[in-house]
């Protein structure tokens, strides 16, 4: 009888510790890289999703991350990589993040070495010229230099629909507006809401086409071991947008 009563209190011992260690508010589960923290890759700069301002990163993807980490109570840190490294799963799979928010398009072929949430954006390709260059459309780019990101959907567009420009690649988006404003290319094919606020905060350029493209951005995980990571994130996606929080960030960005 004593030995009944010992193995029946040491059973009811580990189930309150099992409780206390698991359940609501719990982020073990999540297998974090740093405890109690969500650790987020991205390739800066890409305005207006993600870019550094007077030393600290901002943006929209900035923000909708803020406001998940916020629905988990984790804190939130965002890390600069290479894109490459994101859509090919390398960062996360090198623990230097938990997941990646960096406009990434989901497709098919990422999926092969990513898992993406349920899309947050949705998005187009279109074409950024200099306001004063003359040039109208694709169709105009015969024997021009077209700039694009690679590893990009931008770029797979521009070599699918080639009007016989010759394509350059450049490995991060932030130099595309370096390279149009040096003259080494005479416009940009990459995301819509990325030319389209570059527009608006400078003069000089201007988008000149759009192509619709059905295209929608996910945040991305390993492919194995972050199922309760990815399920919470869907789930505070689905809080965000419901109780307005996701209105009021996509107001401030993009009006």
């Known amino acids: 009888m004593k030995r009944f009563r010992y193995l029946t209190l040491l059973a009811l011992a580990l189930t309150l510790v099992a409780a206390a260690c698991g359940g609501d508010g719990d982020t073990g589960e999540y297998d974090l890289v740093a405890a109690d923290k969500l650790t987020v890759c991205s390739e800066i700069p890409y305005e207006p999703f993600e870019f550094e301002v007077d030393g600290q990163y901002t943006g929209f993807d900035f923000d909708v991350m803020q406001a998940v980490a916020d629905e988990l109570d984790l804190e939130m ?22 997941i990646a928010a960096s406009a990434i398009t989901i497709t098919a072929e990422r999926e092969e070495a990513i898992d993406f949430t349920s899309p ?9 010229v200099k306001a004063d260059s003359g040039l109208t459309s694709l169709s105009d780019f015969a024997g021009r230099n077209l700039g694009v990101q690679s590893g990009t959907t931008g770029e797979a567009y521009a070599q699918d629909n080639n009007p016989g420009a ?13 390279a149009l404003e040096a003259g080494s290319i005479e416009g940009i094919l990459q995301d819509l809401p990325v030319n389209g606020y570059r527009s608006t905060q400078d003069e000089t350029v201007t988008v000149v086409e759009t192509f619709t493209t059905g295209e929608q951005y996910g945040f991305a995980v390993e492919e194995e071991g972050k199922e309760a990571l990815w399920e919470a994130v869907n ?3 689905a809080t965000i947008k419901d109780n307005g929080t996701y209105d009021d960030i996509f107001a401030k960005w993009f009006g």
């Open 77 to 98: 840190e965002f890390v600069s990589t290479g894109f490459t490294a994101i859509t090919s799963g390398s960062a996360m799979a090198a623990n230097q993040c938990d």
């Open 120 to 128: 947050y954006f949705d998005a187009d390709q279109s074409l950024l």
């Open 166 to 178: 010759e394509i350059v690649s450049f490995e991060n988006g932030g130099e595309l507006f370096i």
């Open 235 to 237: 789930d505070a996606l």
